[in-house]
């Protein structure tokens, strides 16, 4: 079989997450998030694409049981691992152990306080991310901020930052979201952040590298692949999914090349890099 080289992959949980935010991107279509076992055959199909980074993420990957085990399997077969986590579980997980099985974690600040809370659906979301972020600091796991920008917290851009220059964050990523609920989107954002020249403001005060994430140029560079090993690409117009089958058929892995532009895939990745 002919099969292409896709530089990152997104293993999703999709089948419960622990919190319930409305923007979320992920389509909990799976049964449920399956087990240890399922997850390694997955991933023995996704070696044949030959990925140099696993992005693992929701639902929340830290409320399965297994998922450090997971991790670490990931990590010793060579693979980048970099989680992304809502961090209302990481303080049930030892950082000492997480630093052996993860190079990057990236956890969000979608605004301050009640802001972020709202947006997450998720009262005293924030303080757990604050916890999390100094816990983190005091690692040598590479940490990485994410951040959605949204109309809430479009005023506390530099709020955010101020948060990130007090902990030991290596990269702040800021999205122009794809899934936004029409209530929340700020038309024109990117002509907004250039013209008042915001984006190096905020790095100037956030002390770390900023990378700002345009919607249209992320679409056609995500492959997801969920627990159970349903493979996803995104639609068009980027506010949802195509199935493209399971990772277990040969003529999906075969046609993956077709559905995904490889080149915006490893683009994507090394911006990721960090």
């Not at 449920?32 to 992005?55: A, C, D, H």
């Not at 024109?188 to 020249?197: A, G, P, R, T, V």
């Amino acid at each position: 079989m002919n099969h292409p080289k896709i530089d990152r992959v997104i293993f999703n949980f999709m089948g419960a997450c622990n919190l319930r935010c409305e923007f979320c991107y992920v389509p909990f279509t799976d049964k449920s998030n399956g087990n240890i076992q399922v997850w390694k055959k997955v991933i023995e199909r996704l070696n044949f694409l030959s990925p140099r980074i696993i992005t693992v993420g929701g639902g929340e990957p830290f409320a399965n049981a297994e998922i450090v085990e997971f991790l670490s399997d990931l990590k010793n077969s060579g693979k980048i691992v970099h989680v992304d986590t809502n961090a209302t579980l990481l303080s049930n997980f030892n950082v000492d152990l997480l630093k052996q099985c993860v190079d990057v974690i990236a956890v969000p600040i979608d605004g301050i306080g009640a802001v972020h809370d709202t947006f997450r659906g998720n009262n005293g979301n924030f303080d757990c991310v604050s916890i999390a972020l100094k816990r983190l600091s005091s690692s040598d796991i590479k940490v990485r901020v994410n951040t959605v920008i949204h109309k809430g917290n479009f005023k506390q851009l530099k709020e955010i930052a101020k948060v990130v220059s007090l902990n030991n964050v290596a990269q702040w990523q800021l999205y122009e979201y794809m899934w936004y609920p029409s209530i929340n989107k700020i038309e024109d954002l990117s002509e907004i952040l250039i013209d008042c020249n915001l984006l190096k403001q905020l790095e100037s005060i956030a002390k770390t590298k900023l990378v700002y994430a345009k919607g249209k140029e992320r679409r056609n560079c995500y492959l997801f692949v969920s627990a159970l090993g349903n493979v996803y690409k995104l639609n068009d117009d980027g506010n949802g999914y195509i199935q493209l089958g399971s990772i277990m058929d040969d003529k999906v892995l075969e046609n993956i090349a077709m559905s995904i532009n490889a080149t915006n895939v490893r683009s994507r990745a090394n911006i990721k890099m960090i």
